[in-house]
Structures are given as C-alpha cells and as structure tokens.
C-alpha cells in the first residue's frame, strides 16, 4: 500500500477526535492537535511545542507512574503501549494512552506519542451498556417466571438432540428430575414413538421449518403412557448458524381419551363413526323406532347394512321377537324359494319332511332380505304378494299360511336401474322403498377411519391378547388416504392382518397389506390430520428386490438377528415382499 501524502497526513491528525502529543526522547513536544488544546481547555495561541509533557498536562501521576518511563524500563522489544486515567487540574477526568514508535530515535525526533481521550464520554458509553445489560437481563428473569409458569412443558436442545434446558412443566409431566433431563438426548426424555420416524425435532434440526402440534405417545418416568401434541423451532446464533431447538409440549392426553370416550358413545348400534351423514343415519333409526313400515337399506358391499339392519331391529317393538336374516345371492332360485316359503314332505326330492320357512320363523318379528336386487323376478312377485296380502303357501302346499312379518331390505344395487333393464319389479321396490335409508361409502367418511382403526386395535388387542398402543403416523397416513373399495369390512381385514404380520407393540407401514403399500404410489391427497405432522421423505412403497442383494439380505438379518420385519423396514419393503426373496434365493435362516 503507498504512503499518504504528508498533507493527508497533517489533515489526519488534526481532525482526529482524541487529544494527541507526539514527544522526543526528552518528552519534549513536537506536535499537539486541536483535540489536546480543547481537552487541556488551553488558548489555541498558547504555544506548547518545545515544552516538557508535565508542564503542560501535569497530572498527580507524573512523578510516581509516567508512562513513558514505564516503556522505558519496559525489558521488551517490541513497541510498548500502556494506558492508565489521569486527572490534571481544572480538567475532566482523561484516559491517557502512551505508546513508543521509535525506541532509537534520536534527540528532536518523534519518539513516542500520548493520546488523551475524555472519560466523560466513555464514562456514557459505559453507562449505555451498564443499562442495557440491567434490562436485558431483567427481560431474561422476566421470560424465565413466564417459561416456568405457563401450563405447557418447554425444553431446548442443542445441535446433537441433547437438552440444554426444560421448565417445570415439562418435568412434572415426564415425572423427572431435572438432572435426568437436562444433559440427555431427547429421545432419553420422551421415549417417543417418534424418536426413530418422523422426529419433529430432529426434522426442524435439518430443515431449519417448525413442525406445529406433532402427535406423540410418550412414557413417562413411570412408564405410564401420555399422548402429547409438540411443536419445534429452530434456534440460531447471532450469525444464523443453527445452534439448536426449542420444543413446546402440550399434553393431549386428556383429549384422545374424551375421543375414546366419545367413540364407546357412538357404539351403541356398533357403529364408530363422527361423520355428518352416518349420525343422520344413525339419528333415523330412532325416529322409525315406533314404526313396523318397511325399509330399504342402500349402499356398497362392507358399508355395514346388515349392522345397521341389526340395530333397527334393536330399537324398534319387535327387538323381542325373532329377527330371521336371509342372503338373496347365496342360494339358487329353487332353494331359495323354498327357504323363504318352507315346503311339504314330498314337494321335491330330498324333501322328506314339512319345513316350515324364514317367513313363517319371523312370524310376529322381523325379516332381513339380504342382496334383495339379486332375487329372480318369480320370487320377487311371491314376496310381493307376502307384503300386500301377509300371506302365502309352502312349496308344494296349498293351505294359504298367514304371517305379521316386518321387512327389511338391502342390496348394493342401482335398483332403479335394474328396474330399466327389466330385472327388478316395480312394484315390488316402491314397496320395500318406505323407508330408504343409504349408507355413505368410507371413502366419503375419512373422518371415521382413525376412529374405526382404534376401535379394531382394541379389538383385536382382547383377540389376539396383544397390547399394540398404536398405530404410526405413516400407516394411520396410508390407512386415511386409501379409497377402500370393500369400505369398513376392507380396513378391519387390514387391521387384522396389520396385528398378524407385527411383531412390536405399535402397527408400522410395512405390516399393512401390500395393496394398500402400492397405492401409495398413485395417491396424492393427504387427510387434514397429517398436515400437521413433519413432511416425510419419499417412500418407495412394496418394491421387487433385486436377485443379486443376496449378500445385503443376508448381512441385515444377520445384524437384526432375524428379525424379518426390522429388515424390510431397513429395505423400504413390505414382509411379504422380504419372504417371497428370501425363498426365491433359497436363503436358509440360522440367526441367533
């Protein structure tokens, strides 16, 4: 870098703020700015270069501390440099700094400079700070009473997942001490069920987002299990770098168990359900309850209509009397006939005594048509004339038998539609059609499917004498998105064969049946329950293993000792999946 010029120089030092002398070995001065005369409060024509530093800046330390000969004796040989606060007389009080340039100057040259600068403004300066560090930290004792004494629990972590810091709150829900929680890693503290997939915490850790009301079940120090909602936020320095989380907990516990409470309500016709439309359903059945009018039950295949069939029956005058039920597809149009009618001895081959049939069984109570729209169209007329006339004779009979029988009806047909393609009467359906009550399909229900999986874990739980807590934020995801083509019946089999395949206590995403693994794939739509869980990384779904990872299958259940499930979970891939390699490669297992 060039010299400045010797006027830029001059310029310099004349505007610089400080008072600044510049002395010879002598402490003769050669140059005083217009700072030092404003400090010294001297008369600008008063000349003070050729004059010894003491006369002009006398101060009490003079004799006993001068500075200069403090650099002097200074056994160093580097340029020495020493402040100390000075008072000379009639002046504020000063810091004075001394500093030796050129220890082998000659007499007449610079030597050393002694730059004065005022106390009172650094005595301001020092003030400022003093206050706003008084506040700062009132702020902070401030934030501390309100961290201890709000209601939810609040912890921090640092960048490795280990807790820096929890309120009371927290420590009174986990039930621990703070030296079993400050120092631990978070998944030590909460023993979540999210710890190893989705961690909140770990996900903001990475992504630098806040994840808001993440459901968890967590164990507490008396490993009582609590569902809590938490929600992260990343922490960062003063330069932005991460330097951790902060965690908001919030416990849930209380909620899940007012929607179990509410689920045991609604299973009072066996139905779990908090939709909209299957309450007006479920609202009808007591408003038919005094009625003996017919009904017509509509919906898919597995929607429940033989439950709710059941539960009409179990609210209205008749549940006392016999309720028969009949499957309309199930026999063949002669025996059908004759289950529905009875029929003599001797009125076919085989029929070696009177029968009587479902009709005159459900004498005085109630008759289920099952599949009713697939009944031919010479029985539809008989069942017609039982509807009109309450009367009938047996199969091979002609003594006309007369019956009080209620009819219920449900088929998963169009049958308006089979009544234009000539295969239902018409007359028939307008009378079955008093009462039509439909039966909305689980896809139109999502709301209910979270209800419904707890309700099969429970049950499934006293069948298999299990104890599954729960199920995974990524299967209960798959289960909602799922259009379920079976409905209700569909997801309890799943349940069901969900309980079969795990092994832990908490239903994961490759226990689910492989369809249902698939179509994910496909399936874009996410149910308003799982927007408020962490985004998840892609998942492959139940994808072909390739022939030549024999070695890698190998050496993952050697290391799981042969857990199948860990190792498909490790492989991204469904347990059947995994068993279908493992005997396409002919691996023999022998893991211990």
């Known amino acids: 870098m060039s010299a400045l010029p010797p006027e830029t120089l001059r310029l310099i030092f004349e505007d ?265 359903v479920l609202d009808l059945i007591q408003t038919i309850r005094d009625t003996d009018t017919s009904v017509l039950i509509l919906g898919e295949s597995g929607t429940g209509k033989e439950m709710l069939a059941n539960a009409i029956v179990q609210s209205s005058a008749r549940r006392n009397k016999p309720f028969i039920k009949i499957n309309c597809s199930a026999l063949t149009e002669n025996l059908l006939e004759s289950e529905l009618f009875g029929h003599v001895k001797g009125a076919f081959t085989g029929a070696i005594t009177d029968k009587p049939g479902k009709f005159e069984m459900a004498d005085g109570g109630t008759l289920f048509l099952d599949e009713v729209g697939d009944m031919s169209l010479p029985l539809q007329a008989k069942v017609l004339r039982v509807l009109q006339e309450k009367e009938f004779e047996r199969v091979g009979g002609n003594r006309t038998l007369h019956v009080d029988v209620r009819i219920i009806a449900a088929t998963n047909k169009d049958l308006k539609e089979e009544i234009r393609k000539g295969n239902f009467r018409e007359d028939l359906y307008y009378r079955l059609h008093v009462i039509p009550i439909r039966i909305p399909p689980l896809r139109q229900r999502k709301e209910d499917i979270p209800l419904l999986v707890h309700h099969f874990v429970d049950l499934f739980n006293q069948k298999y004498k299990r104890s599954i807590q729960e199920v995974s934020s990524r299967a209960l995801a798959l289960l909602v998105d799922y259009p379920w083509p079976g409905n209700v019946r569909e997801l309890r089999n799943a349940i069901e064969y969900a309980f079969v395949c795990s092994n832990g206590n908490i239903l994961e995403r490759p226990a689910l049946p492989t369809e249902i693994q698939h179509f994910q794939r496909g399936w874009s739509e996410r149910s308003r329950e799982e927007e408020t869980l962490p985004p998840r990384p892609p998942e492959t779904g139940e994808e072909e293993l390739p022939s030549d990872d024999r070695q890698r299958i190998l050496a993952l259940l050697e290391r799981h000792h042969g857990n199948r499930t860990k190792v498909a979970q490790v492989l991204g891939v469904g347990r059947t999946t995994l068993w279908r390699k493992i005997k396409e490669l002919d691996i023999r297992e022998n893991f211990r």
């Open 16 to 280: 610089f703020p400080d008072g600044v002398l510049v002395l010879d070995r002598q402490r003769t001065i050669l140059h005083a700015n217009g700072a030092f005369y404003r400090l010294m409060m001297l008369d600008p024509r008063e000349e003070v270069v050729g004059r010894r530093c003491h006369d002009v800046a006398q101060t009490a330390l003079c004799e006993s501390q001068c500075l200069m000969k403090r650099a002097e004796l200074d056994e160093r040989t580097t340029v020495q440099r020493h402040s100390i606060p000075c008072h000379c007389a009639n002046v504020d009080p000063l810091c004075m700094t001394h500093r030796i340039l050129n220890p082998s100057a000659p007499a007449g040259e610079p030597y050393s400079i002694e730059v004065f600068k005022d106390m009172a403004d650094l005595g301001n300066y020092l003030e400022t700070l003093r206050t706003t560090a008084l506040a700062l930290e009132q702020e902070k004792d401030k934030l501390a009473v309100i961290l201890e004494g709000i209601a939810d629990g609040f912890f921090t972590t640092d960048r490795d997942l280990v807790v820096t810091d929890a309120n009371d709150s927290l420590l009174r829900f986990l039930r621990k001490r703070r030296e079993e929680v400050v120092g631990k890693r978070c998944s030590e503290v909460f023993h979540s069920d999210k710890c190893e997939v989705d961690c909140p915490v770990r996900w903001t850790l990475e992504h630098g987002k806040h994840v808001a009301n993440c459901r968890e079940r967590v164990l507490t120090a008396e490993d009582q299990v609590r569902y809590i909602l938490k929600s992260t936020y990343l922490q960062r320095a003063m330069n932005g770098e991460p330097t951790g989380v902060i965690g908001i907990v919030r416990d849930n516990s209380e909620l899940v168990s007012l929607q179990r409470q509410a689920v045991s309500l609604v299973k009072a016709y066996g139905f779990v359900t908090k939709n909209k439309r299957m309450q007006e």
